[in-house]
């Protein structure tokens, strides 16, 4: 009689014989389990379990009871080497007269110093070793503290004495912000011509229509020289109100608009409406909630060149060649900046009285120094264009 081939067995008739019972077990055994997989989830790295009859109740309290008593009833192991108390090797023993000085090196002091040194404290011997440089024989803080005592003794303790820290200060927080946003908006709008200064900064509260309301006002005003909203949430509807501000603003000297929300674009819309201002001389604009990118920072290096007024900004940039390309730009800008206003006589180019429209500038006064600076050959009696700069002769 021949073997029956297994793989004629008819698998389906088989799985149709057995019961529910018996296809939950087979489904059981045939699972691929990986105990190890740590991505796997707890319930998915071994069989399930669960379905098996508690073999009793579960009491939490009892079990944490037992366990305490077990470990209090647990004794500890014994040493396995158990301290004697032997000593082992020998006990140092100095020389004869070796902590004595030789008597070639002993120096002899007059009776008034070998009885103030005889009779001095360890503080006053700390003090002294201070004023004589030996940094060494204490710590930092006793040093420094003898040095800058005059006329009474720093140190309370001697050379020898544990180091403890220093009890710093407690300086008690500042105060918040209280600047009224309304009537400063108010102050604003109305042309107030004693509001000079407007610090907005760390008021987190203040609506977005509140700010695009400041900057559209901002637009009229001419008495304004700084205004500072670092830290108040502002976003980009907030940038393209400042976008819409700066070229119709000449009076605005100084910007600030750090640690805010404001994007890639937002700032765009700021830097290019830079290039159309004439008397903003200092922006500040760095740690916003995202990385401006690269072509903002070139941006930003263009606009500095193209435009002279700017004497500070303060952005840290990522890039080494638009950092390079602004820090050039700056440079050049507060070199230009004494060297025409020396040759108009001092006239139009202070701060705070920036001309709105400059014009041509007669060269003949200005220094060959200051033109090698400026990297732009100038002859005598020519005007500065090299440098997209205009300014007028008063």
């Known amino acids: 009689m021949s073997k029956k081939d297994p793989r004629d067995i008819d698998e389906d008739a088989i799985l149709k014989?057995?019961?529910?019972?018996?296809?939950?077990?087979?489904?059981?055994?045939?699972?691929?389990?990986?105990?190890?997989?740590?991505?796997?989830?707890?319930?998915?790295?071994?069989?399930?379990?669960?379905?098996?009859?508690?073999?009793?109740?579960?009491?939490?309290?009892?079990?944490?009871?037992?366990?305490e008593k077990e470990a209090l009833e647990h004794e500890d192991r014994e040493d396995l080497v158990p301290f004697t108390g032997e000593k082992r090797g020998k006990k140092f023993t100095p020389k004869p007269g070796s902590g004595r000085i030789p008597e070639e090196e002993q120096i002899t002091l007059e009776p008034e110093l070998e009885e103030a040194l005889k009779?001095?404290?360890?503080?006053?011997?700390?003090?002294?070793?201070?004023?004589?440089?030996?940094?060494?024989?204490?710590?930092?803080?006793?040093?420094?503290?003898?040095?800058?005592?005059?006329?009474?003794?720093?140190?309370?303790?001697?050379i020898n004495s544990?180091?403890?820290?220093?009890?710093?200060?407690?300086?008690?927080d500042e105060p918040p912000n209280d600047t009224d946003v309304e009537d400063t908006l108010r102050r604003i709008q109305n042309n107030d011509s004693s509001l000079t200064d407007v610090n907005f900064n760390n008021i987190p509260d203040i609506p977005i229509p509140t700010l695009k309301d400041i900057f559209h006002s901002m637009k009229n005003n001419t008495h304004v020289l700084s205004l500072s909203i670092a830290a108040t949430r502002s976003n980009d509807p907030v940038a393209y109100a400042i976008a819409e501000m700066l070229p119709a603003n000449s009076t605005l000297e100084s910007l600030n608009i750090e640690s805010n929300f404001i994007t890639a674009d937002g700032m765009m819309a700021i830097i290019k409406a830079m290039s159309e201002n004439t008397t903003l001389a200092e922006i500040k604009i760095d740690n916003q909630r995202q990385k401006l990118g690269d072509s903002v920072e070139m941006e930003i290096a263009a606009m500095l060149e193209r435009n002279p007024s700017i004497l500070k900004i303060g952005y840290h940039?990522?890039?080494?060649?638009?950092?390079?390309?602004?820090?050039?730009?700056?440079?050049?800008?507060?070199?230009?900046?004494?060297?025409?206003?020396?040759?108009?006589?001092?006239?139009?180019?202070?701060?705070?009285?920036?001309?709105?429209?400059?014009?041509?500038?007669?060269?003949?006064?200005?220094?060959p120094v200051r033109q090698k600076r400026l990297k732009h050959k100038v002859q005598p009696g020519e005007t500065l264009q090299g440098l997209s700069l205009k300014y007028g002769v008063s």
């Open 17 to 67: 014989g057995l019961s529910a019972e018996e296809l939950e077990q087979l489904e059981c055994e045939l699972q691929d389990m990986d105990p190890e997989n740590a991505m796997l989830p707890a319930g998915l790295r071994q069989r399930d379990q669960t379905k098996k009859s508690p073999t009793g109740p579960f009491d939490r309290t009892a079990l944490l009871s037992h366990l």
């Open 119 to 158: 009779n001095a404290t360890d503080a006053e011997m700390c003090d002294l070793a201070a004023i004589l440089g030996m940094y060494t024989l204490m710590s930092n803080k006793q040093y420094y503290d003898a040095l800058g005592a005059t006329g009474r003794i720093a140190n309370t303790e001697g």
């Open 162 to 172: 544990v180091v403890k820290p220093d009890v710093y200060k407690i300086y008690p």
């Open 317 to 367: 940039f990522t890039q080494q060649g638009p950092r390079a390309r602004a820090a050039m730009a700056i440079t050049r800008n507060n070199d230009y900046y004494p060297t025409v206003s020396q040759a108009t006589g001092g006239h139009g180019l202070l701060r705070g009285q920036r001309a709105k429209s400059y014009g041509s500038l007669v060269t003949s006064s200005v220094s």
